[in-house]
């Protein structure tokens, strides 16, 4: 894809999987990728297959990227700012604990009996 | 011309598509009237637990009927994938209701306790703090212990319907979208049934249309006094799996995401959601699990759950009316695979069991004029 030259806007530098990328002020995040070429921003956490941009507009969740350290955000509505750290979102997030797997109840409990 | 079947079924949705799908499987050649999608659709609206822990605590018959369904889902889960590849994503981890004070976690004990006095193939422990922060991490502060059964499972609700329905049509069933009934006669033994996409003769009627059931049967002269019950949910993102065991506040699906619910609200025919309840939900979920702030909510709704005046399922067969049943019930899920098997089975037999009578409509009729 390319740009529409419409208005000048300022050229700012942001990073994707560690290298940088330029995007003009006012951007989204998903727009500047496509425009540098990339559309694979993230997996499905159901199935791990690619996915990309595609609604642009907030309701697919197919854009979904980590920013700054904070995962599942939606690239279509997020503006690009200048510095920041942009990386694929790899399946679900993370939210904190590790699902245990779920073995203490059966210790415990003699139900069955 | 106006076509005849075994059986007419008056409502699309968690119940109607159950007891359509179990009289086709049965042989009856089956019709089920949807009215579409101006329909009030509480099977749009399910948090998708098959449940036990909490029902019938103090009404035998509902605890059984509960029971015989819980016992029969995995066949019917089995048999929805094998008919028609659809997956109900039905499992049977067993369930949890976290007690976040001392006063409930004594109360959900006692019930529990009457529960099993009446029911006692259902065996339940109540677990303290220490026992459940270690089968769950990051289980929040505030919670004081909880109970455990591992009677309890949960399923994808739209699955569900989605199988119900195919399953019905995979054995030959007949679905009219769009169908609304305005009309019903008796014509010697048959009914006839007039809907807005034209006229169906058959030798058995079932109304179990949700929230429309009462004005159905009020067209062939008795009541089925249901009254909606809005319920909101909210789902999360998908995130990593955390919970491998349902709870009736909230629960993980097999795709990652969170819903959280268990709300009731009496706001009459009324299908929004409010931030007051919303936030209700949210905080008693955070207390849960207090890492659930970082996750980002992508949907809320709300929707009108079927509700009676003493909360348990409505089953009617009024004598006078030989071949017309009604069902209503809050439970669709959990009730799908006894609707499916023996509810569907007495309707052919034309009797339904006597267990069920307890559940009649006719001991609201003093309220209903």
């Known amino acids: 894809m390319r740009r529409i030259e419409t208005a000048e806007a300022p050229t700012i530098v942001i990073e994707f999987e560690g290298r940088d990328i330029q995007a003009r002020q006012g951007d989204s995040v998903a727009a500047a990728l496509i425009a540098v070429g990339e559309v694979a921003l993230c997996t499905s956490p159901v199935s791990g297959a690619e996915r990309g941009p595609f609604c642009m507009m907030g309701v697919c969740f197919d854009c979904m990227v980590e920013i700054d350290g904070v995962p599942n955000r939606q690239a279509c509505l997020t503006p690009v700012e200048s510095g920041m750290r942009v990386r694929r979102q790899r399946g679900a997030a993370a939210l904190g604990p590790e699902a245990s797997a779920g073995g203490v109840i059966p210790k415990v409990l003699d139900i069955d009996s | ?369």
């Not at chain 2, 909490?54 to 094998?82: M, N, V």
């Not at chain 2, 109900?88 to 004594?106: H, K, N, Q």
């Not at chain 2, 019950?229 to 995130?239: A, F, H, I, K, S």
């Not at chain 2, 009108?304 to 089953?315: E, F, H, K, N, Q």
């Open chain 2, 1 to 369: 011309m106006t076509r005849s079947y075994d059986a007419i079924v008056v409502g699309g949705g968690m119940v109607g598509s159950a007891i359509a799908f179990g009289l086709q499987r049965l042989g009856l050649s089956t019709v089920m009237l949807d009215e579409g999608d101006v329909a009030f659709r509480a099977a749009r609206g399910n948090f998708g637990l098959v449940w036990v822990q909490s029902k019938g605590i103090d009404f035998p018959p509902y605890a059984r009927w509960t029971w015989e369904s819980a016992e029969a889902w995995a066949e019917l889960h089995a048999e929805i994938q094998e008919l028609t590849g659809v997956d109900t994503a039905y499992s049977r981890p067993g369930g949890i209701e976290v007690c976040l004070d001392e006063a409930e976690f004594s109360e959900t004990e006692s019930s529990l306790n009457r529960l099993q006095s009446h029911q006692p193939e259902f065996t339940f422990q109540m677990l303290d703090r220490k026992t459940l922060a270690e089968e769950l991490p990051g289980l929040g502060d505030q919670v004081v212990g909880g109970s455990y059964s591992p009677a309890d499972g949960h399923a994808n609700p739209l699955y569900l319907l989605r199988g119900l329905q195919a399953g019905f049509r995979a054995k030959g069933g007949r679905i009219e979208v769009g169908a609304r009934v305005t009309a019903i006669h008796r014509q010697g033994r048959d009914f006839s049934v007039m809907a807005e996409k034209g006229a169906f003769k058959g030798r058995r009627l079932v109304l179990a249309a949700g929230l429309g059931t009462n004005e159905l049967a009020s067209m062939v002269g008795f009541h089925v006094p249901v009254h909606p019950l809005r319920g909101q949910l909210l789902v999360t993102e998908r995130v990593q799996p955390f919970l491998h065991l349902p709870m009736s506040l909230l629960r993980q699906t097999n795709e990652g995401s969170v819903l959280l619910g268990d709300s009731h609200e009496d706001v009459g025919f009324d299908e929004g959601t409010t931030t007051g309840i919303m936030n209700r939900i949210a905080n008693r979920a955070t207390r849960v699990f207090p890492f659930l702030k970082r996750a980002r909510v992508v949907r809320a709704w709300g929707s009108l759950r079927i509700m009676t005046p003493d909360g348990y399922p409505i089953y009617e067969q009024p004598s006078e009316i030989p071949g017309l049943f009604a069902a209503a019930c809050h439970s669709g899920v959990t009730l799908a695979a006894v609707h499916v098997y023996r509810l569907a089975k007495s309707i052919r037999d034309g009797a339904l069991p006597e267990m069920l009578h307890p559940m009649g409509a006719k001991k609201f009729s003093h309220a209903a004029d």
